[in-house]
């Protein structure tokens, strides 16, 4: 049981627009910044977005994400076959002083 | 550029001590910069911190290891460690460590190693 709550599955067409949900609690996205890792197959988490919206040097801007309470949102717009990964968030969690993730969301471009 | 190598036995058997190197080149372990972590993912499964090692030396774990792991440096390899004892079955993962900025936001790893596989069994 993960501390963030995040769908198993989402998928979209070439080109559509999807979104990822992640729900948090007060001690954990209520009180931080959110992160997003993506997880191509077979391959080490990569960091995607941090401070809920900011995208480290090389993520396209096709990547983009939000927050808002004690919820979090990635949304990846004019999708690619490439974009198919599985999806984390994450933040800090307050009362474990450390880092915590959500379960993962596995896209699949249709 | 930072770069960072996992490597360890594969397999090891239930009630045994897993232990894992993390290879660091192009920075210093002791780096002011830099925190290390290391996380893990089961078959299948989301991602679940292990602990970090932070730029003080100092060391948090997860709660829900309950007193089995250990992390450290060797400075004169450049590397980092990780100790599991009394593993189980429910040990068996891919196991990452990861690098995080002190300057960066809390909790974000922005480089990872390719991870090793570790399954527990007799």
């Known amino acids: 049981q993960s501390v963030l709550t995040q769908p198993p599955s989402a998928s979209g067409t070439p080109g559509q627009r999807v979104t990822i949900s992640c729900s948090g609690t007060t001690s954990t996205i209520g009180s931080n910044t959110v992160i997003w890792y993506q997880q191509l197959p077979r391959t080490a988490p990569k960091l995607l977005i941090y401070?809920?919206?900011q995208r480290p040097s090389g993520v396209p801007d096709r990547f983009s994400g939000s927050k808002s309470g004690t919820s979090a949102s990635l949304a990846i717009s004019g999708l690619q076959s490439e974009d198919e990964a599985d999806y984390y968030c994450a933040t800090w969690d307050d009362s474990l002083n450390g880092p915590v993730f959500g379960g993962g969301t596995k896209l699949t471009v249709l | 550029q930072l770069q960072l190598q996992e490597s360890g036995p594969g397999l090891v058997k239930p009630s045994e001590i897993l232990s894992l190197t993390c290879a660091v080149s192009?920075?210093?372990?002791?780096?002011?910069?830099?925190?290390w972590g290391w996380i893990r993912q089961p078959p299948g499964r989301g991602l679940e911190w292990l602990g970090t090692?932070?730029?003080?030396?100092?060391?948090h774990y997860n709660p829900s290891l309950k007193s089995r792991v250990t992390m450290s440096v060797d400075t004169s390899k450049n590397d980092l460690s990780l100790r599991l004892s009394s593993v189980t079955a429910a040990d068996t993962a891919v196991y990452y460590c990861a690098s995080a900025m002190v300057r960066g936001p809390l909790g974000a790893f922005g480089v990872w190693g390719q991870g090793t596989v570790v399954t527990v069994s007799s």
């Open positions: 090692m932070y730029s003080s030396g100092s060391t």
């Open positions: 401070i809920n919206n």
């Open positions: 192009s920075v210093s372990v002791r780096s002011t910069d830099y925190h």
